[in-house]
Structures are given as structure tokens and as C-alpha cells.
């Protein structure tokens, strides 16, 4: 029989209630990791995941926390990094928004700071200085944007760069005891407030959504990755940060 990637590790997923998140923890689960998954306001959809992972044989803790407000979410999540043995921590969960330079609130900007920036900065911190992890795995999910930034969407864009610079001086800071990788992704599922797909799709150079299983397979990689690789960004764009 053939041993699964991630048999017995515990891997920490924020976010993972739906969408994207919901796949990462499902494809980890299959693998036999343990998930802990945070969620927000998805409580519906946060059970529905963890009985979908359960049925896979492994176990799954539900944590619910507002990452709006980090002071109140690391109250809540702080305990788990520090008394958890945990293999891997996925920094998913993210604020998308429009707006412009022009038009961005100081709340619209805060926010997504908050939800995008300071919480895995926090994780981050809290996962190294956790007495029982010493050693592991962080991934970041980026946004091709983070690297090419543009005029829309803008307070989303500029704390995904932070982001992207946070994951490499996370590599730096924490090397050699753990790795620190981005994963910067592009049209993966069409958007959920029906914007116009065809115009997205337009401009990616292979002319076509991603498989989801282009995604998990690169997700799954970083997760068993060796640890002389880290703070590397890999797209998974079909192209789209390159035009």
C-alpha cells in the first residue's frame, strides 16, 4: 500500500471553510494530514468541510475567529499554535475588495491589512515561538497582483506585496527550521460576485481557468517540499503576471 504523503501530520489551514481553502484542506486530508481549519463567517460551510474531512479518516478541529480584529483573533488562536503539535501553517484567508487610490477608505485599507497582512505576520510569529514547533512548513497564498500591482482592487493588491515580501523575510528570518513559500495565484475560479469571466480569461496567456488539481498538486509539493527550498514564489497563473 502506498504511504501517504502527509500521514499523520497536522496541518493548520485559515479560511478553509469554501472555495479555494475548502480544497487545500480536503486534498491535505486525503494525503492523512489532521486539519485544523479556521473560518469566519462560514460557519455552514465550515461543518459541511470538516464532515467531508472526517469521512476521510482523519481528524478535523474547527476554530472560529474574526481576523478583522487581530488582537481578538490571535486571542483565539494563539492556544492552538502553542499547545499543537503542527506540521504546516496555510496563511489562506483573505479580504478581496474593490477600490481604487482615489476612493479607498481608511477602513478599506485597515482591513485589509488586517485580514491579509497582519494576521499571518501574527501566525507566523506565534508558530516559531510556539515551545512545541520547532521545525515546519508555511505557506502563503499571493496573488499574481502582489507582483505586478495595478489600479484596481487596491488595498488588496498592496497588502498581498506585503505579503510576498513578508514570506521572504519569514524564509530568511526562520531559516534553517522552517520553510517559508508563497503560492501567487491567478484565474483559478471564476469570481463570486459575477464579474465578467471572459475578460479575465482574455488576458492569461493560456486562455483558460485553472484545474483545481493544478493548484492542490502545487499546494501538496510545498507541503512535503525538501527544506533547502524555501522563500520561493511559485505562480500558478497560466502566465498572467508575466503580460
Not at 470538516?50 to 479518516?57: F, H, N
Not at 478535523?60 to 488582537?71: R, T
Not at 465578467?196 to 496567456?205: E, F, L, M
Request: aromatic letters at 6%.
Amino acid at each position: 500500500m502506498e504511504m501517504k504523503k502527509l500521514n499523520g501530520k497536522t496541518i493548520f489551514i485559515t479560511g478553509a471553510a469554501k472555495r479555494i481553502g475548502r480544497e487545500l484542506a480536503l486534498v491535505a486530508a486525503q494525503e492523512g494530514a489532521n486539519i485544523i481549519l479556521h473560518y469566519g463567517n462560514s460557519k455552514e460551510e465550515a461543518f459541511s468541510t470538516k464532515s467531508a474531512i472526517e469521512t476521510l479518516g482523519v481528524q478535523c478541529m474547527l476554530v472560529q475567529a474574526d481576523f478583522s480584529d487581530p488582537e481578538q483573533g490571535m486571542h483565539k488562536l494563539s492556544p492552538i499554535l502553542s499547545e499543537n503539535k503542527i506540521d504546516g501553517l496555510v496563511n489562506n484567508a483573505s479580504l478581496f475588495r474593490q477600490n481604487h487610490l482615489l476612493d479607498a477608505s481608511l477602513t478599506d485599507w485597515n482591513t485589509h491589512f488586517a485580514v491579509n497582512l497582519t494576521i499571518p505576520f501574527l501566525l507566523t510569529q506565534a508558530y516559531a515561538n510556539s515551545p512545541v514547533n520547532h521545525q515546519g512548513k508555511i505557506i502563503n497564498m499571493l496573488d499574481w497582483r502582489a507582483l505586478r500591482p495595478g489600479r484596481d482592487h487596491f488595498a488588496y493588491t498592496i497588502s498581498k506585496a506585503g505579503l510576498a515580501s513578508l514570506t521572504e523575510a519569514s524564509a530568511l528570518a526562520l531559516a534553517p527550521n522552517f520553510q517559508v513559500n508563497g503560492l501567487a495565484l491567478g484565474a483559478i475560479l471564476p469570481p463570486s460576485d459575477g464579474g465578467n469571466s471572459d475578460t479575465i480569461i482574455n488576458s492569461v496567456p493560456a486562455h483558460r481557468w485553472a484545474d483545481m488539481e493544478e493548484v492542490t498538486d502545487t499546494f501538496l509539493f510545498l507541503l512535503t517540499a525538501p527544506a533547502y527550498l524555501t522563500g520561493e514564489i511559485i505562480h500558478i497563473d497560466g502566465g498572467r503576471h508575466l503580460v
